[in-house]
């Protein structure tokens, strides 16, 4: 990944000639449409004489729209009609703005809409009357961007490295706008894995989708996956990105591809769903970690008592703190039908896992997605693997079409001791999974076999009644009080729940482990609820016998020795 460096490193100087000018927050507001705009230069360049000379052809046609036959001769989905590029921008350093601006006019309109996205226009002539268009423009014109030279997965890791570098000089999070190149790969190969038969099927066609598109890097590893599978395969790509600048990257890559760009969306997937009705074999998704949903509150809420399971949020709402269950229920809702059936892959931290007891929203969606047998494994990650964040977080694998041995059954996989330790941090990111790891883990999920690592239980196994122990109310004198039908009153300050695992017979599990400590207690069970967590550590705890006091002391002791030395040290 040289390229990536060198290239990333050479944009990064040309930010540098912005300061004192632009706040460096608002670096990247110039920066990263120039190097959208210089890529699609680059792309364009071996075709785009061929364009101008067909122009005064196409002028003599009657054609209203022209775009796709100008993309023909261009030989993408996108062309540029103007006569200037970045070489010819160079030559001419008076009129550097209105030539910018009527190379950027020149595009598709497709393409043109991406640059809209970034908000570049504004900044044409305030770059300008600062005298730095021409030289920012002229330094673009240097940096070679050919796809002979710059392959399009290592584009995607230089918008990437350029994002990553401005959000951290304006203390924004990083990991917002996209996720590590290999925990995608892990994500991509965990959900391919057992489809593999499948996908090699000649002519086959799929369609992957990511409702939190970021700059594409899941839509296109995706992609490159299947195209090493089976070449002769097509994966269409959907997805939908509510950051402007994410979403323009996204799209732009789309469009160099030749996937269809349009089915890009622009937005939140909550309150405006770009790909309404829509239903996709594969799915995809890093949603922001314990991000609230009070913005969009009042739509969610209402989509939830309206409509029901009718809608996408049917199961139950989260907390306001955290909508990374409200991804997943949109995500679900656009399964296909359960005789072709859809898998999901989404990362989540550990608050989904065990947040909320039963009868909250995050149990009852658990519970939903338990019940239905939709879940297929969890993948527990090492920390720091992310840009913003040093916390575990975990892959959920959810389908609605399991394989036969899986039905009724969770794999739970630990990886968290799968990584190497980058020689440099990125923020947060001091960890990275490796290929190596990478093939272990999705071995050890697509065997299916328990081991050190990997354990399989029934779906039951995550699940519990809550039962509400009540004690009886009494009086001064210790006595029991009754009401006027002669019904023993509870006493609320001694109400207490209990967790019965759902494999066990709520009355059994209450005389043995309740009643030989108060034998006065009774059940409540007008407040009985199922609820269900998956405590994933307490599946792999592992005993570590206490250390001998004999050890123990001959530290304090050596540790005390040291101590006064240094202390002898000091008054000397």
Same mark, same amino acid.
């Given at each position: 990944m040289v390229n990536v460096k060198e290239n990333a490193n050479f944009i990064w100087e040309i930010a540098d000639l912005l300061r004192g000018d632009y706040k460096q927050s608002d670096y990247g507001k110039v920066i990263l449409p120039l190097t959208v705009l210089r890529r699609l230069d680059c792309v364009l360049e071996p075709t785009k004489q061929k364009v101008l000379d067909y122009l005064p052809k196409i002028a003599t046609m009657n054609i209203q729209n022209t775009d796709p036959v100008l993309n023909s001769i261009a030989g993408f989905n996108f062309h540029n009609k103007s006569k200037f590029d970045f070489e010819k921008l160079k030559a001419d350093p008076n009129n550097i703005a209105a030539n910018l601006n009527n190379y950027i006019n020149g595009f598709s309109i497709n393409a043109r809409e991406i640059i809209d996205y970034f908000g570049f226009n504004e900044h044409i002539s305030k770059l300008d009357d600062a005298d730095l268009l021409y030289m920012i423009v002229k330094r673009f014109g240097e940096i070679d961007l050919h796809p002979n030279k710059v392959s399009n997965l290592e584009m995607g890791y230089i918008f990437e490295e350029l994002i990553r570098r401005f959000?951290?000089?304006?203390?924004?999070?990083?990991? &917002? =706008?996209?996720?590590?190149?290999?925990?995608? %790969?892990?994500?991509?190969? *965990?959900?391919?894995?057992? /489809?593999?038969?499948? !996908?090699?099927?000649?002519?086959?066609?799929?369609?992957?989708?990511?409702?939190?598109?970021?700059?594409?890097?899941?839509?296109?590893?995706?992609?490159?996956?299947?195209?090493?599978?089976?070449?002769?395969?097509?994966?269409?790509?959907?997805?939908?990105?509510?950051?402007?600048?994410?979403?323009?990257?996204?799209?732009?890559?789309?469009?160099?591809?030749?996937?269809?760009?349009?089915?890009?969306?622009?937005?939140?997937?909550?309150?405006?769903?770009?790909?309404?009705?829509?239903?996709?074999?594969?799915?995809?998704?890093?949603?922001?970690?314990?991000?609230?949903?009070?913005?969009?509150?009042?739509?969610?809420?209402? &989509? =939830?008592?309206?409509?029901?399971?009718?809608? %996408?949020?049917?199961?139950? *709402?989260?907390?306001?703190? /955290?909508?990374?269950? !409200?991804?997943?229920?949109?995500?679900?809702?656009?399964?296909?039908?359960?005789?072709?059936?859809?898998?999901?892959?989404?990362?989540?931290?550990?608050?989904?896992?065990?947040?909320?007891?039963?009868?909250?929203?995050?149990?009852?969606?658990?519970?939903?997605?338990?019940?239905?047998?939709?879940?297929?494994?969890?993948?527990?990650?090492?920390?720091?693997?992310?840009?913003?964040?040093?916390?575990?977080?975990?892959?959920?694998?959810?389908?609605?079409?399991?394989?036969?041995?899986?039905?009724?059954?969770?794999?739970?996989?630990?990886?968290?001791?799968?990584?190497?330790?980058?020689?440099?941090?990125?923020?947060?990111?001091?960890?990275?999974?490796?290929?190596?790891?990478?093939?272990?883990?999705?071995?050890?999920?697509?065997?299916?076999?328990?081991?050190?690592?990997?354990?399989?239980?029934?779906?039951?196994?995550?699940?519990?009644?809550q039962i509400t122990v009540e004690r009886p109310l009494r009086d001064e004198g210790g006595n029991i009080v009754k009401d006027g039908k002669g019904k023993l009153k509870s006493d609320a300050n001694l109400r207490d729940n209990e967790r019965v695992p759902l494999k066990e017979d709520i009355q059994t599990y209450f005389e043995r482990e309740v009643l030989p400590h108060v034998p006065d207690a009774w059940i409540d069970n007008s407040k009985t609820k199922k609820g269900y967590e998956i405590n994933f550590t307490k599946f792999f705890y592992k005993y570590k016998p206490l250390r001998r006091l004999s050890e123990i002391r001959a530290d304090i002791l050596a540790l005390e020795k040291e101590t006064e030395g240094l202390l002898r040290k000091a008054i000397e």
């Open positions: 959000s951290e000089l304006s203390n924004e999070t990083a990991g &917002e =706008h996209f996720t590590p190149r290999e925990v995608i %790969r892990l994500m991509v190969n *965990l959900l391919f894995v057992n /489809d593999k038969e499948i !996908l090699t099927k000649e002519g086959i066609v799929r369609t992957l989708y990511d409702p939190t598109s970021g700059t594409g890097g899941m839509l296109s590893i995706s992609e490159e996956y299947v195209r090493e599978l089976n070449p002769d395969a097509r994966l269409e790509v959907f997805g939908q990105e509510v950051n402007p600048e994410s979403y323009a990257i996204c799209k732009s890559d789309m469009l160099i591809k030749g996937q269809n760009a349009s089915n890009i969306k622009f937005g939140n997937s909550f309150t405006n769903d770009g790909l309404e009705n829509e239903t996709f074999d594969y799915m995809l998704s890093n949603p922001p970690f314990g991000v609230e949903w009070k913005k969009v509150q009042k739509q969610v809420e209402d &989509e =939830h008592e309206k409509r029901g399971f009718g809608g %996408r949020f049917g199961a139950g *709402l989260p907390r306001i703190s /955290d909508g990374s269950f !409200l991804f997943l229920q949109h995500m679900i809702s656009k399964m296909k039908p359960a005789n072709g059936g859809s898998r999901i892959g989404i990362v989540f931290n550990g608050s989904p896992l065990f947040t909320g007891g039963a009868g909250s929203g995050e149990s009852d969606i658990r519970k939903w997605i338990i019940e239905n047998d939709m879940l297929e494994a969890i993948v527990a990650m090492p920390d720091q693997l992310f840009y913003n964040t040093g916390i575990f977080t975990y892959i959920w694998i959810v389908t609605n079409r399991k394989a036969k041995e899986r039905k009724g059954k969770i794999q739970l996989v630990n990886a968290v001791t799968f990584y190497n330790k980058m020689s440099r941090s990125l923020g947060n990111k001091r960890n990275e999974i490796g290929e190596g790891h990478i093939e272990t883990i999705t071995r050890m999920y697509g065997d299916f076999k328990e081991n050190e690592f990997s354990r399989i239980y029934d779906n039951s196994e995550f699940g519990y009644w």
